[in-house]
C-alpha cells in the first residue's frame, strides 16, 4: 500500500527565512505528486504539482518543489517565507499507473511564520 | 467556474442517527472525490466517481457509509447510524480527466463538519 511522509510535523520561521518541507512517498509504480496548501478558515488549494518532466516545479506565491525519483522525495521550499505562507501544507501522492487509484495525503505540517 | 460547494456546512446531530451530505463539482468535472479528515491528520481517501460510475470504493470506512452520483453531476454521502468517531470534516473534490489528458487536478471544497453527539 502507498504511503506518504511528511517529516515536519510543525515548523515555526521568522519572516525571511528559508522553508524546505519534507515529503517522501512509498509507491512501486509512476506517480503524481501534488503540494496543497490550507490557509486558516479557508480549504485546500493546489500549490504546485508534478506529473512528468522537468522534476524542478514552480508553484504560485513563490514555491518550488523538487521530484527526486532515486529517494522518492518531492520536498516544497521557499526561499524567503512571509507571514501570510502561515498555513497547513499537505504532499499528496496519486498513482499514474496500474494498481488501485487512491489518492493519498501525508498529515500535514503546521507552518507558522512569524513576522 | 464557482468552485465545488458542499451543503451542509456544519451538521450537528446524535448518536444513532442518518446523515446525508452533498456535494456539487465543478461543472463538467466527470471525477468526483470523498475524503474524510480528522484533526491533525490529512485527508483520508474514501471513494471516488467517474461520471455515475463509482470505482474505487474499498476504502469507505464501514458499510454504515454509501455514495451516490446518480446523474454524473451532484453526489452524497450518507452515514448511517451514526458514532462518535464519525465526527470529522468530510471534503469533497472534483477533477476532469480526459483520454488525452490523464492528469488528475482535484479541487476542493470548503467541507462538511460533522459532530455526533
Known amino acids: 500500500a502507498q504511503s506518504v511522509s511528511q517529516h515536519n510535523h510543525h515548523v515555526i520561521l521568522s519572516e525571511a527565512a528559508s522553508l524546505e518541507l519534507g515529503c517522501n512517498y512509498s509507491?512501486?509504480?509512476?506517480?503524481?505528486l501534488f503540494w496543497y496548501v490550507q490557509y486558516p478558515g479557508q480549504h485546500l488549494q493546489l500549490l504546485l504539482k508534478?506529473?512528468?518532466?522537468?522534476?524542478l516545479v514552480k508553484g504560485i506565491k513563490g514555491f518550488e518543489a523538487e521530484f527526486i525519483k532515486s529517494k522518492f522525495s518531492f520536498n516544497l521550499r521557499k526561499p524567503s517565507v512571509q507571514w501570510s505562507d502561515t498555513a497547513e501544507y499537505f504532499c499528496?501522492?496519486?498513482?499514474?499507473?496500474?494498481?488501485?487509484?487512491?489518492?493519498?495525503f501525508g498529515r500535514g505540517t503546521s507552518l507558522i511564520v512569524h513576522p | 467556474d464557482t468552485g465545488v460547494s458542499q451543503d451542509p456546512r456544519h451538521k450537528i446531530t446524535k448518536r444513532g442517527q442518518n446523515v446525508t451530505f452533498r456535494c456539487d463539482p465543478i461543472?463538467?468535472?466527470?471525477?468526483l472525490y470523498w475524503y474524510r479528515q480528522t484533526l491533525g491528520q490529512g485527508p483520508e481517501f474514501l471513494t471516488y466517481?467517474?461520471?455515475?460510475?463509482?470505482?474505487?470504493k474499498s476504502r469507505l470506512l464501514s458499510d454504515r457509509f454509501s455514495a451516490e452520483r446518480p446523474k454524473g453531476s451532484f453526489s452524497t454521502l450518507e452515514i448511517q447510524r451514526t458514532e462518535q468517531g464519525d465526527s470529522a470534516m468530510y471534503l469533497c473534490?472534483?477533477?476532469?480527466?480526459?483520454?488525452?489528458?490523464?492528469?488528475?487536478?482535484?479541487?476542493f471544497g470548503p467541507g462538511t463538519r460533522l459532530t455526533v453527539l
Open positions: 473534490a472534483s477533477s476532469r480527466v480526459s483520454v488525452l489528458s490523464a492528469t488528475d487536478t482535484q479541487y
Open positions: 509507491y512501486g509504480g509512476t506517480v503524481n
Open positions: 499528496a501522492v496519486n498513482p499514474a499507473s496500474g494498481g488501485s487509484y487512491i489518492p493519498t
Open positions: 466517481f467517474q461520471n455515475e460510475a463509482q470505482l474505487e
Open positions: 508534478y506529473f512528468s518532466g522537468d522534476p
Open positions: 461543472s463538467e468535472h466527470n471525477r
